[in-house]
């Protein structure tokens, strides 16, 4: 018989190879197991305890809320209160556990049958350069988002597995539950569900109902595509599935799916991101000197109103120049930023030019010229005269190059006459000038020089508007302020603000008086164009060659100032402070005082005693003029008897009748031009006119 040309292995060689395979494998397997064992145990003694995983190394949250309450702007990374287990919804609970990991109760922290089903997609779609999915439980997510990073590698994917695996060795699944739902990220900057809740809905987490829960847990698969504020139907349909899937976990009924209507539920609304970006990008860092909490989550109020906000970003985006930027402050009376536009537009540049930029006043800086020469004790009504003036070389000229002589100074400051300007920046002196500019709060350098009562020194637009509103303030200072009180996301107060009145610049009647002035500059000067129907008290600023244009003025406890021009300082052909400038100025504040009553300017100046002339002493024989009781004296100081005059007749004799007045001579008053005649002077006051404007 011939043989085969195979030769046969004898049935028991294969047997034996087969088992010392499965010894290999088993002796493996055992190693494999016992060195998982060994890793978990090394992992277990090197995780923190849980107070240290509770705190988060991110980021801390700011949430800025305006004037109204409504939330304007979130910075940093969003991580809301953290809610212990128990605050937490069993809906949010049962909704993430259902879409996240539904056997999460069953597993040791790694699931064996997903991942089963992520290697088994992986074997479909290999050479497709697909990543594995299905296979992350909650306890691994956790450990990733804690630990780890977000890298697809195998050696990743090991040390995630082990660090789960210790993790409920360590702890229980309400703490990992606990852990996973104050940290997962949601989208749009949040972590956890209440900084989710709060973004999303504007309520705290702890009061999420079942349509917000399955919304809120639709978005960790792909926070960017499920956001309700980047794409609200995406959103409303991966919670539809969320739904579902909590329905067949048995996590609710086919009725609670019935009754969860989530068109119904109510979205949040966008903050605005353009120019109110230049208001929180100058409060905001004023919170290192406010309060001193470092991680927890914070809830900030600020002054700004939206809607004067609004409307002073129309009113400068309307009537600046072309080409040229501007800015706008409006101040409440005490201090409260109700409105700040920085720029045309934040998005293109965030550069704020309210708060930032030094320009020069131009004639706007008249205001501590003339209150300087008010405290010195000028008053509104007091004469000067426009005429040619030269000091030290210098030789100022008014803008409509003539001159209008003898006028007061009411009208030298409603025409701003710049000649005037400087002869009482030569009596009260230049250092003067300077000094009531830095008690009012201007904090860039200021120069002495005879010129600088032009306003030839920079400044800020927020310094000059200060100043401003503590004339409107009736001389009390006004600091500018944006934050009334900070908290933390549990209503723990971190600061309030509190409203300082103590300090007192000028008198009230210097106040009244620069008021009198500015008034009359809106009524018929040089302001006219930032006239609203109400009382306005302002002041025009324009620089050389139309470089700057500046008004800043007042009315209804409202102080707002505007200025315009070009960054690089270049001229704008045809900007002055009363046209643009004046022109936005009265945009806004027909907006902006339209629901307040209308307040009449306080302009009686009461003068200080060493200005008043005495009544009763000013007239020659009063109120001691021989017979009504007092004492006489002579050249030498000493008594004289008084006689009394003799009595009228009358056809009564029992009837006193007392003296005719008009028989008595008239007094003679002691006035001015009494004094000219007995010194033998003949001095007349010339007559007032005003300049032609």
Do not use: C
């Not at 004469?383 to 070389?393: A, L, M, S």
């Not at 003296?659 to 008239?666: E, I, N, V, Y």
């Amino acid at each position: 018989m011939a043989r085969s040309g195979k030769s046969k292995e004898p049935p028991g060689t294969a047997r034996l190879w087969l088992m010392r395979g499965l010894k290999a494998g088993l002796i493996a397997l055992v190693a494999a197991v016992v060195a998982i064992v060994v890793a978990v145990v090394i992992a277990m003694q090197s995780l923190p305890d849980y107070s240290s995983l509770k705190s988060s190394p991110n980021g801390q949250m700011i949430r800025v809320h305006a004037a109204d309450g409504s939330v304007i702007v979130s910075l940093g990374p969003s991580f809301g209160r953290w809610l212990s287990y128990d605050q937490i919804p069993q809906v949010m609970v049962d909704a993430m556990v259902s879409t996240e990991d539904k056997r999460y109760y069953l597993h040791p922290g790694v699931d064996p049958i997903g991942m089963a089903r992520a290697a088994w997609v992986a074997l479909e779609n290999r050479g497709k350069g697909r990543r594995l999915q299905g296979a992350s439980t909650i306890t691994q997510q956790v450990t990733r988002n804690i630990f780890l990073n977000n890298s697809y590698s195998w050696g990743r994917k090991v040390r995630e597995m082990v660090l789960a695996l210790a993790l409920e060795r360590k702890f229980s699944k309400r703490q990992i539950l606990e852990l996973y739902l104050n940290k997962v990220y949601f989208g749009g900057g949040a972590y956890g569900i209440d900084a989710a809740s709060r973004k999303f809905f504007g309520h705290p987490a702890d009061s999420l109902n079942l349509p917000e829960a399955a919304i809120i847990a639709g978005l960790v698969k792909a926070p960017s595509s499920y956001s309700p504020t980047a794409d609200a139907e995406a959103a409303i349909g991966r919670a539809g599935v969320v739904l579902d899937l909590m329905q067949e976990n048995g996590a609710i009924s086919a009725a609670e799916h019935a009754s969860a209507n989530l068109a119904d539920v109510k979205m949040a609304p966008e903050p605005p991101q353009n120019s109110v970006r230049y208001f929180t990008d100058w409060a905001l860092p004023q919170l290192d000197t406010l309060i001193t909490e470092p991680n927890e989550p914070l809830e900030v109020y600020t002054t700004i109103d939206l809607s004067m906000q609004r409307a002073a970003t129309a009113a400068i985006q309307a009537n600046v120049p072309k080409g040229s930027q501007g800015a706008l402050v409006a101040l409440d009376r005490d201090g409260a930023v109700r409105a700040m536009v920085g720029g045309l537009d934040y998005v293109t540049s965030n550069y704020n030019r309210a708060t930032t930029a030094t320009r020069q006043p131009g004639s706007a800086w008249k205001l501590f010229v003339y209150m300087a020469a008010l405290e010195a004790g000028y008053t509104p009504d007091t004469g000067v005269t426009d005429e040619p003036v030269t000091i030290n070389g210098w030789s100022p000229r008014n803008s409509n190059g003539r001159f209008s002589g003898d006028i007061d100074v009411r009208t030298a400051f409603a025409y701003s006459v710049n000649t005037v300007a400087a002869k009482l920046g030569v009596e009260v002196g230049f250092p003067t000038i300077a000094d009531m500019a830095r008690r009012f709060g201007i904090s860039t350098p200021i120069n002495t020089h005879p010129s600088m009562v032009l306003g030839t020194s920079d400044v800020r637009l927020i310094d000059m508007t200060r100043a401003f509103a503590s004339v409107a303030r009736k001389g009390i200072a006004v600091a500018p302020y944006g934050i009334t009180k900070v908290t933390t996301a549990d209503g723990r107060l971190l600061y309030e603000h509190q409203d300082d009145t103590s300090r007192v610049l000028v008198a009230p009647w210097v106040a009244a008086g620069l008021t009198d002035l500015m008034q009359t500059a809106v009524s018929t000067g040089t302001g006219r164009a930032a006239q609203i129907g109400r009382p306005v008290a302002g002041k025009t600023g324009t620089t050389s060659s139309n470089k700057d244009g500046w008004f800043l003025g007042f009315s209804s406890g409202i102080t707002t100032g505007v200025w315009m021009g070009r960054d690089d300082a270049r001229a704008v052909g045809g900007l002055q402070g009363g046209r643009a400038p004046a022109r936005a100025f009265a945009d806004f504040m027909k907006v902006a005082v339209a629901k307040r009553p209308v307040e009449q300017f306080d302009t009686q100046v009461t003068l200080p005693e060493w200005q008043l002339e005495p009544d009763a002493e000013a007239y020659y024989g009063a109120p001691d003029d021989g017979t009504g009781g007092g004492m006489m004296v002579d050249e030498n100081g000493l008594p004289l008897e008084r006689t009394q005059p003799d009595a009228p007749q009358s056809d009564n004799p029992d009837e006193d009748v007392p003296p005719d007045p008009a028989d008595r001579p008239a007094p003679q008053r002691l006035d001015q031009q009494w004094i000219d005649q007995v010194l033998g002077r003949d001095r007349q006051r010339p007559a007032q006119q005003r300049p032609d404007p």
